[in-house]
């Protein structure tokens, strides 16, 4: 399984930004997946975690948004009203754990490699 992170970048505070992480090598479906963030000097933190099925999300960091598209095999974190304490690496991850709809780093199995958001005041 590789996951690949994209849409990071510079913003301003209450901009809204959308991730994407884009999953291969697997049958997507069969995976909860999840995004986690990681600001400097601070240990990764859970923002979002979406079943296989894309019926169920839990602990998703307000007022973020967590989707997915299982026919195009991506997983999106739509994140508004972005301040600059949500500056960070933010990565997707994915667990085959199924329906388990983990929120550690020890719950996911495979994760992207990162991609970095900056929210400006």
């Known amino acids: 399984v590789q996951l690949q992170a994209s849409g990071g970048g510079p913003v301003q505070a209450g901009d809204s930004l959308r991730l994407s992480c884009r999953f291969s090598?697997?049958?997507?479906?069969?995976?909860?997946m999840a995004w986690f963030r990681q600001a400097q000097g601070k240990e990764r933190e859970h923002v979002g975690t979406?079943?296989?099925?894309?019926e169920s999300t839990y602990y998703v960091h307000y007022p973020f948004d967590i989707s997915r598209d299982n026919a195009k095999n991506t997983v999106a974190l739509q994140m508004n009203s972005l301040t600059p304490e949500d500056t960070a690496v933010y990565y997707c991850?994915?667990?085959?754990?199924?329906?388990?709809?983990?929120?550690?780093?020890?719950?996911?199995?495979?994760w992207g490699q990162g991609t970095q958001v900056t929210v400006s005041s």
């Open positions: 090598g697997g049958t997507f479906s069969n995976y909860d």
């Open positions: 979406i079943s296989g099925n894309g």
């Open positions: 991850a994915a667990s085959g754990r199924i329906y388990r709809m983990g929120t550690t780093t020890a719950d996911y199995d495979y």
